[in-house]
């Protein structure tokens, strides 16, 4: 990638400034490997159910760090401008969980909805993870 390929540039720079010889390839190896692993404790979707139009609602999805180093969730996206998450920012410790809030606004478009929210963290098996929002306007 061309994160990993400017990594390795500045570390053989460092290295070289400073006369040693490191393992490029063994540091980013570890700098990659060593971070948080996120697990959705539950299913992956939130289903509203029946909702009247125009109408606001809040759900939880909790995220549990699985890893053992810290979880940094980068950005949490919803697919329009009627879900909106709030995410923490502060990373997640080892074996510790959080609360990703999600807020729904139906509007006033009649029918059934299933939206996504994504979300992109420092998880190496799976930087990014998406779950559902589902359920019916009338």
């Known amino acids: 990638s061309i ?14 400034e400073r006369g040693q010889n490191f393992d490029i390839e063994l540091i ?3 700098l990659i490997s060593n971070t948080g692993l996120l697990f959705i ?4 979707e939130i289903q509203f159910g029946n909702l009247k139009l125009n109408t606001e ?13 810290p979880l940094i969730l980068k ?8 879900t909106v998450p709030e995410y923490p920012t502060s990373p997640i410790a080892p074996g510790k969980s959080a ?6 606004s139906t509007g006033a478009v ?6 996504s929210v994504t979300i992109t963290s420092n998880d190496p098996n799976s930087s990014r993870k998406i779950f559902r929002i589902k359920g019916s306007a009338e």
């Open 99 to 104: 609360d990703i809030v999600i807020k729904y």
């Open 41 to 44: 404790n539950e299913k992956e």
């Open 75 to 82: 950005s949490v996206v919803g697919s329009c401008g009627c």
């Open 28 to 30: 980013l190896d570890d």
């Open 3 to 16: 994160l990993k390929k400017d990594l390795k540039i500045k570390l053989a720079e460092y290295s070289k």
């Open 57 to 69: 609602v809040t759900s939880k999805m909790k995220v549990t760090n699985t890893g053992d180093k």
């Open 110 to 115: 009649k029918g059934d909805f299933n939206k």
